[in-house]
């Protein structure tokens, strides 16, 4: 069972290690070949399921100081992981409450930004006070959503923007035990098809055969891990049988499955893809 990882969002980056799989081989060396006597299959194909650990999601305030950006309700982050896919917000709604969604406008598909503070006017004293109001606005025609993605709408329910739908909102859960928030992202996969074992590779190490969906203009890594509880360790790849693993990172312009190699470093072990999201400022 896939299991929600720490993410560690140094800079405005963080990689997002999912659905770990692992073999059940207990001895070492060659012996991983009599020990692994099939195909090690994932829970099966799917949506991506993006698991962050909320208070190490940290930004940058108007004052130039690295704050954590969802320690209050209103704390709202964005993160984006190519090109093709608008990006998703995240947002505190309540103390345990947080909402993702979709921030492709309902009106013509533009980006719309993270629930924030926006100018709209001065009052009436002297001198005149700024006065803001906090809501998601489209850049493009201006159609404003609420903290939950909700169009404004007049008493009788009807739009007062040019959108005149709610933005969609993914399924989400959060744990509060482990301050982690879960985050189901329809049309991205993120888990690993198959892993075969391989007779031998360069220099006569066991090697394995990992199969994994990738979505175009997305960079994805591979990471190891001993141990279930062990730090994940980015490890180098080959996108050959018998060539050198050199590769440590993967970005492909169309979708589809990937086919890499990577090399036994332990007597059991646990392989995972890392998919790289870049906050958005």
């Known amino acids: 069972m896939p299991l929600c990882d720490e993410a560690s969002t140094q800079s405005r980056r963080l990689w997002v290690k999912q659905f770990l799989l692992g073999t059940v081989a207990t001895l070492s060396g060659p ?3 009599e020990s692994v006597c099939a195909d090690v299959t994932s829970t099966g194909p799917g949506p991506a399921v993006i698991r962050l650990k909320v208070g190490d999601i940290m930004m940058t305030n108007d004052s130039g100081q690295v704050v954590p950006a969802l320690a209050s309700v209103g704390g709202s982050v964005q993160y984006e992981f190519n090109g093709s896919f608008k990006p998703f917000t995240l947002t505190r709604v309540e103390a345990n409450r947080f909402v993702a969604l979709d921030s492709k406008c309902t009106h013509f598909g ?11 006017g001065e009052d009436n004293s002297m001198p005149p006070q700024p006065i803001y109001a906090t809501y998601m606005r489209c850049p493009c025609h201006g159609s404003r959503y ?3 993605g909700r169009v404004f709408r007049d ?4 739009s007062t923007e040019p959108a005149q739908r709610d933005l969609p909102q993914y399924e989400f859960n959060y744990d509060a035990l482990t301050d982690t928030a879960c985050i189901t992202i329809p049309g991205v996969n993120l888990h690993i098809n198959s892993i075969s074992v391989q007779q031998k590779g360069p220099g006569g190490k066991i090697r394995f055969k990992l199969v994994f969906p990738v979505t175009s203009y997305s960079t994805y890594e591979i990471y190891y891990q001993p141990e279930p509880t062990a730090p994940a360790t ?11 693993a050199n590769q440590t990172s993967l970005f492909q312009t169309a979708s589809g499955d990937f086919t890499a190699y990577v090399d036994a470093t332990g007597p059991r072990g ?12």
């Open 31 to 33: 012996r991983w070949i």
């Open 110 to 120: 533009c980006g719309v930004g993270r629930y924030k503070e926006h100018l709209i």
């Open 146 to 148: 609420d903290i939950e």
């Open 155 to 158: 008493s009788s329910g009807q």
């Open 234 to 244: 980015l490890i180098p790849f080959s996108t050959t049988p018998g060539g050198m």
């Open 270 to 281: 646990f392989f995972n893809v890392g998919l790289k999201l870049d906050q958005v400022v």
